[in-house]
């Protein structure tokens, strides 16, 4: 085995790939095997934690957008009172939509932490066992899929009940009609 850093990268090129795109020498030992047979396996399933992920993402708007709505539609006196005094349509959206933003972005903030112990998971997997691969990936991107996807059941859920109320005469909303 060569000393010399140019001459190993030089084997470690040769070992990896041949101009064909095979390998021509494969290199490797049992961690190598191992890490290989893992990844094969994370890769054979990622599409399945993908539609897993979707599907919990849709389950958690819709649980987002029943607590807005809800939430909504138990102040249908409120909104009432606010119609008589002659708040428009937008002011009382606008007043619930804030709510419904604060609301959004509790959610967002703590699902950002709680996606933030996956660097901790890394750093764990990396340091005790020596295995330099990650296991979950969590950034930028989403982190604000996470923002928009709560921005977006705020306001889907705060336009529907407010408008259903606001469209009914202010005396039937202040008597929950």
């Known amino acids: 085995m060569p000393t010399e850093r140019e001459k190993i990268e030089n084997i470690v090129r040769f070992s990896v790939e041949t101009a064909d795109g095979g390998v021509a020498f494969p290199l490797g030992n049992n961690v190598s095997y191992v ?3 893992i990844d094969s396996i994370l890769m054979e399933l990622a599409d399945v934690f993908l539609y897993i992920g979707i599907a919990f993402a849709v389950f958690s708007a819709l649980m987002l957008m029943n607590f807005i709505s809800s939430s909504i ?3 249908k006196h409120e909104i009432g ?3 008589a005094v002659g708040a428009r349509g937008s002011d009382v959206f606008g ?3 804030n709510e419904s933003m604060i609301i959004a972005l509790i959610n967002w903030v703590i699902s950002t932490f709680v996606f933030l112990s996956v660097v901790g998971i890394n750093y764990f997997f990396r340091t005790e ?4 691969i990650t296991v979950l990936v969590f950034g930028v991107l989403q982190m604000l899929l996470i923002l928009a996807v709560s921005a ?3 306001f889907v859920a705060s336009v529907i009940p407010v408008t259903k109320i606001s469209r009914k005469k202010p005396i039937d909303a202040i008597r929950k009609r």
């Open 129 to 132: 066992f020596n295995l330099a």
């Open 81 to 83: 009172i606010l119609r």
């Open 73 to 75: 539609s138990a102040k």
């Open 95 to 97: 007043i619930f939509f």
């Open 35 to 37: 890490l290989a047979q």
């Open 152 to 154: 977006l059941t705020a």
